[in-house]
Nanobody
Framework: QVQLVESGGGLVQAGGSLILSCAASGSIFRPNVMGWYRQAPGKQRELVATITRGGNTNYADSVKGRFTISRDNAKNMVFLQMNSLKPEDTAVYYC??????????WGQGTQVTVSS
């Protein structure tokens, strides 16, 4: 049973920072790619950033230069450092990892709210 557990969300003023963490547990799950997605009210879930075990990263244009994704392969964890937050970053943020047999594992989500 694979579980992804996020932490670190909260309420912050515009211009502030937050860091999200996600721990993957279960069996011998060692995902090559881990990532963060977000879903704002009334909108579709969208990619925020991904990172491979080798450290290759990919970011949505809307967060480039403000967010940094990183991971600790030994601990099977992924992090999202979010700086210069904007009200439009308000969303539920989800940790993601593709499943070896197809499909995806998702965390339960953590709320990030940025006030203006």
């Amino acid at each position: 049973q694979v579980q992804l557990v996020e932490s670190g969300g909260g309420l912050v003023q515009a211009g502030g920072s937050l860091i999200l963490s996600c721990a993957a547990s279960g069996s011998i799950f060692r995902p090559n790619v881990m990532g963060w997605y977000r879903q704002a009210p009334g909108k579709q879930r969208e990619l925020v950033a991904t990172i491979t075990r080798g450290g290759n990263t990919n970011y949505a244009d809307s967060v480039k230069g403000r967010f940094t994704i990183s991971r600790d392969n030994a601990k099977n964890m992924v992090f999202l450092q979010m700086n210069s937050l904007k009200p439009e970053d308000t969303a539920v943020y989800y940790c993601n990892a593709p499943a070896p047999a197809g499909g995806d594992y998702w965390g339960q989500g953590t709320q990030v709210t940025v006030s203006s």
